[in-house]
């Protein structure tokens, strides 16, 4: 972070703006707080400073800190949701760009002031672990994080963490890509061995959507079982839905209420950009998601602890929440979360962007016939291939744009063959059928092997995992 540019920091909306120089200032805090070495914490000032610079020319006003920018001047055509043509634009509910490539994380990761998982700390998790990194790690699939090394040292010493990640249900029907921070959640589980708590946002959706309670309750049933279907360890891992839990637990229902206590109406607003027309209740969620960050917040597992650190996967849409939370954290006296966050599975039709549970054929979704697979590839995955046969051949594919080869990225774990596919197919010598096969056969068992799994999954079991219970994990 400290060593980008000014010229790079300087660009972007007034409100990303915003949001880096928050950042910013945590970075800072964090490097006094660890005693970290001067020119360290200098340079990161110095950083901040050329940001809070860029901030008053760029909106007029000096930056402070619970007064995110107002609107600007309809003229300048800029706002929450207008997005440069060049620019990404990405929250906990929309994610736009105009690149076929995808988001451009880099980009990402210097807006929202966490750090890059380089090769150096991949090497670290497979010491510290003592096994191979999962493919998500080796691919740069989990890209980003924020405090990573804290929760190595603290395994390395053998002090306790444990796992945090949720789902918000917003459907029946989930497919792979929601799919993406469990299997790297459940890898998490199995090799440091820690508890897991899986958080199903049904209120959230009742709030956003037109959904009744029952529904988003029920639907937070079903996609329960698709979770479970990726293999948690039932006497490590808690599922809750909020409508459930937060009305039978104190614990979690006063961190709620201190998290509330000092977040304001304006820092949402910056954060989340809610407006004055929408209902308290969106306004009050972040505190809710914000919760499980706590161990407190789960009495039956950790007892009365405050000071056991918590590791989030999750994409990197939902880090507002969770910047928010770390701001927090210190205030109310707990460690702030530790967070690993992952790339977005992009859509059948293009890297554009997120897909939508609402539009089948934006997706290949769980519960897909192998028919329906093959035809989805075949029909829609957008195309890094040429015009004809004979421009492919001499020219090749690309496969930075070709949704077929991003899908093998998250899903074919032989490092070897992903490397011969993308040469064979950037060379020319693999047509986009061949790679579009190579892709149907990875997919069909795949989810084939999940829907077997998921039909064993009984309402007792979900009654189970969802039960309010120790884990059987002991923190000392």
Not at 165 to 171: C, D, L, Q, W, Y
Request: aromatic share 10%.
């Amino acid at each position: 972070m400290a060593d980008m540019s000014n010229g790079e920091q300087g660009c972007g909306s007034p409100l990303e703006l915003f949001h880096s120089i928050a950042a910013q200032e945590e970075l800072v805090r964090d490097l006094e707080a660890r005693n970290a070495a001067k020119d360290e914490i200098d340079s990161a000032v110095k950083m901040l400073s050329s940001l809070k610079t860029s901030y008053k020319a760029a909106t007029g006003e000096d930056y402070k800190v619970d007064c995110p920018p107002r609107d600007p001047a309809p003229e300048s055509g800029e706002g929450l949701d207008a997005t440069d043509a060049d620019e990404d634009f990405v929250d906990p509910w929309t994610v736009q760009t105009s690149s076929a490539k995808g988001i451009d994380y880099d980009k990402l990761i210097v807006r929202f002031g966490s750090s890059k998982i380089d090769k150096e700390l991949v090497n670290r998790i497979e010491r510290a672990t003592g096994q191979r990194p999962h493919r998500f790690l080796r691919r740069g699939i989990f890209f980003s994080h924020r405090d990573m090394h804290q929760i190595l040292d603290a395994y390395e010493n053998k002090k306790p963490f444990y796992l945090y990640t949720g789902r918000g249900p917003s459907s029946e029907a989930m497919h792979v890509g929601h799919l993406i921070p469990f299997i790297f959640t459940k890898w998490l589980q199995d090799v440091f061995n820690v508890p897991l708590v899986i958080q199903m946002t049904d209120d959230e959706k009742y709030l956003w959507k037109d959904l009744t309670l029952d529904q988003a309750y029920g639907y937070a049933v079903e996609n329960a079982k698709d979770i479970i279907a990726c293999g948690f360890d039932i006497n490590k891992t808690f599922i809750f839905s909020d409508l459930d839990y937060m009305g039978m637990s104190p614990g979690f229902y006063k961190n709620v209420v201190k998290i509330q206590k000092h977040v304001t109406f304006n820092q949402v607003k910056g954060i989340f950009g809610f407006t004055d027309s929408d209902c308290i209740g969106k306004i009050s969620f972040p505190a809710i998601q914000a919760a499980p960050s706590f161990s407190n917040s789960f009495p039956q597992i950790f007892r009365d602890r405050t000071d056991v650190q918590c590791l989030i996967p999750c994409a990197i849409d939902q880090d507002p929440y969770f910047r928010m939370t770390r701001d927090v954290a210190p205030r109310i006296g707990y460690p702030k979360p530790a967070l690993l966050h992952s790339t977005f599975f992009p859509a059948l039709q293009g890297a554009q962007t997120k897909m939508s549970a609402s539009d089948p054929n934006s997706s290949i979704f769980l519960t897909d016939t192998a028919k329906q697979i093959k035809t989805k590839v075949n029909k829609h995955a957008f195309s890094g291939g040429r015009d004809t046969v004979e421009e492919h051949r001499q020219f090749g594919g690309n496969c930075d744009v070709d949704v077929s080869f991003m899908y093998l990225t998250f899903f074919l774990e032989d490092d070897d063959k992903l490397e011969q596919i993308r040469r064979d197919y950037t060379s020319g010598a693999m047509l986009t059928g061949e790679l579009k096969k190579e892709l149907i056969e990875v997919l069909q068992p795949l989810i084939a092997e999940h829907q077997a799994r998921r039909k064993e999954v009984t309402d007792e079991i979900v009654k189970e995992f969802m039960t309010p219970r120790k884990l059987s994990y002991d923190f000392q």
